[in-house]
């Protein structure tokens, strides 16, 4: 009777762990025979490994503890370039494809996926639209064809905005979603600080606390800070011969283009000339440009402003993305801008070919 006591409370203690949360991942890949796949996730910037498990005839079984939230992982056929990518929660996931296409594979098991994919599915008429009309787009560039190419990005920038409306929509309409944050993402470099943070304070708690959200959050309270009427944040960086300029050393001039850019970024070079066209026409009336470049290396940022005949005063701590000044206007894609008025108050924000010279003609007009 002992002993029947005993393995009947082992019985319940075996349950009671099976019960906890955890995750399930059984895959069906053909063609992976002896193959090894990964499970990782991006953390900081890095690759980490969650899990591994060798395939046999193309089956594997992956089992791991309890996932704080649903989160976005990869599936890795080490080894090669092949791979899958999904929301892992606490459940039984099943992943059914081919190794060849392991990026089409079929994903079932995860309620976030789920989400996930009808929001995809949803845009996808859109983007086999948008995708047509850069192929036309590109042929219309290497003809000549300048009133082509004018009429298809008009048409490709009605798209986005489309494109744009779903995604915030999917989150605005989806606020237990944990999939929201990184949609939200996705679209938030062309958002106020303000409306970010409406979408954020809008989600579940849960969500709200998830690392990108709380990323999210933490940037749109660094963009408010540099709102429009927004006083500018000074910083000091090096001029090419490596001597430090401070922001304020040329605040004074009635207007100062704060221009983030670089030498590899093809958008901020095809934009170059138009900034150079107005500073040409309106420097002596009182308008300035400081360049801050996101370059890394010296040599190349150097040739982009001889080349592109960028001839006002330029600053650069060749740290890429980690620019300091970058960090602390929460750029995160360029070209960027901001314009300030004599006093240093952010007058203007990402104001681009006609919009720039209207609005520096129209305050140099007062």
Known sequence: MKNLFYCSVIIILIAACSSEPHYVINGKIDGADSVTFLLQKRAAGKIVNLDSAI???????????????PEMVLLVAKNTRMRTSFYLENSEI?????????YNAKITGSKTQDEYTGFINSNKPLQEKYSKLYEEYQMAQQSGDTAKVSQLEKEAAAIEKEMTTIQKDFVKNNPSSFAGPAILQGVSYEMEGTEIESYINAMDTAVANTEIARNLKERAEKMKSVAV??????????DPEGNPVSLYSKVGSKILLVDFWAAWCGPCRRENPNVVKVYKEFNKKGFDVFGVSLDQKKEDWVKAISDDKL???????????????????????????????????IIGR??????????????LAK
């Open 311 to 345: 001839t006002w005063t330029h600053v650069s701590d060749l740290e890429y993305w980690n620019n300091a000044a970058a960090k602390l206007y929460a750029v995160n894609s360029i070209p960027a801008n901001f314009l300030l008025d004599e006093n240093g108050v």
């Open 229 to 238: 009427g927004q006083k500018a944040p000074d910083f000091t960086l090096n």
């Open 94 to 102: 099943t992943i059914t494809g081919n190794l060849d296409s392991l």
């Open 55 to 69: 395939a046999y005839k193309g089956s594997f079984k992956m089992k791991g503890g309890a996932v704080t939230y």
């Open 350 to 363: 990402n104001l681009r070919e006609d919009e720039l010279y209207n609005k520096v003609k129209e305050i």
